[in-house]
């Protein structure tokens, strides 16, 4: 069972260019991202190989906006600390950052330059994706899910005005992981401990 994840970064800035001591502040929230990006990918000793990434940065426009797709079946290199993973992600930008085309800047990690409407129509479009939203109707686990799982969910910044109507659009459904507002690390905490309990989920791979 594939677990796709979407995050939307609006703050990061796309060159990758800022400095790891300060991922808060400079970095645009680059400190949640990597957390986000950590816990969908590590357990207590082991690595989940079937859960994938989306990370859109859209803190400018095309040509300059980037997509980072993080695949568990490759991945490497990814240790379960925040600094570590933020250097990973900030490496890649920067790789990326005056190449037109996609490149896999570490085995498992593909960074490339995007139009932010159509990666994200093209994520939203796949079957059983849902965006995670706080105000909406609560998130039903599937009983099954041959066809994987999958979630759009934001940064601390919630969806720009024309990401939502882009949304909307689209008719994908909303849902809430609960009363409380989480960070979006949380909310990808919750996801996989949902799915977890999906017959049929893979388990985590020990390392
Ligand atoms: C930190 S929240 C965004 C800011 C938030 N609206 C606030 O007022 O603080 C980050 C993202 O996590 C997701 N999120 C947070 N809490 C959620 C919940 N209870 N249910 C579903 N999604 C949630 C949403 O996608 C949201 O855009």
Same mark, same amino acid.
């Given at each position: 069972?594939?677990r796709?994840?979407l995050?939307?970064?609006?703050?990061v800035?796309?060159?990758?260019?800022f400095s790891?001591?300060?991922?808060?502040?400079?970095?645009?929230?680059?400190d949640?991202?990597a957390?986000?990006? %950590? =816990?969908?990918?590590?357990?207590? /000793?082991? #690595?989940? !190989?079937?859960?994938?990434?989306?990370?859109?940065?859209? +803190?400018? @426009?095309?040509?300059?906006?980037?997509?980072?797709?993080?695949r568990?079946?490759?991945?490497?290199y990814?240790?379960?600390?925040?600094? %570590? =993973?933020a250097a990973l992600?900030k /490496?890649a #930008?920067? !790789?990326?950052s005056t190449l037109?085309?996609?490149?896999? +800047?570490? @085995?498992g990690?593909v960074?490339?330059?995007?139009d932010?409407?159509?990666?994200?129509?093209?994520?939203?479009?796949?079957?059983?994706?849902?965006?995670l939203?706080e105000?909406?109707?609560p998130?039903?686990?599937?009983?099954?899910a041959t066809a994987?799982?999958? +979630?759009?969910?934001?940064?601390?910044?919630?969806?720009?005005p024309?990401?939502?109507?882009?949304?909307e659009?689209l008719?994908?459904?909303?849902?809430?992981?609960?009363?409380?507002?989480?960070?979006a690390?949380?909310?990808?905490?919750?996801?996989?401990?949902r799915?977890?309990?999906i017959?049929?989920?893979?388990l985590?791979?020990?390392?």
């Open positions: 069972m594939i796709r994840i995050l939307l970064a609006h703050r800035p796309v060159s990758g260019e790891l001591n300060d991922l808060a502040g400079a970095g645009g929230r680059m949640e991202v957390r986000a990006v %950590s =816990t969908a990918f590590t357990v207590s /000793n082991g #690595l989940r !190989r079937d859960t994938e990434l989306t990370i859109l940065f859209v +803190a400018e @426009p095309p040509p300059r906006a980037r997509r980072i797709r993080l568990g079946s490759g991945l490497r990814l240790n379960p600390d925040e600094r %570590s =993973t992600l /490496n #930008l920067v !790789r990326s037109p085309r996609d490149i896999e +800047a570490s @085995p990690l960074v490339g330059p995007i932010p409407a159509a990666a994200l129509t093209e994520f939203a479009r796949q079957e059983t994706t849902v965006w939203t105000e909406s109707a998130y039903v686990t599937p009983a099954s994987g799982v999958g +979630a759009i969910l934001s940064d601390p910044q919630d969806p720009a024309e990401e939502a109507a882009l949304l659009r008719g994908v459904p909303r849902a809430s992981l609960g009363p409380v507002r989480l960070r690390s949380q909310c990808v905490d919750v996801l996989q401990n799915w977890d309990s017959p049929g989920a893979g985590p791979e020990r390392t």
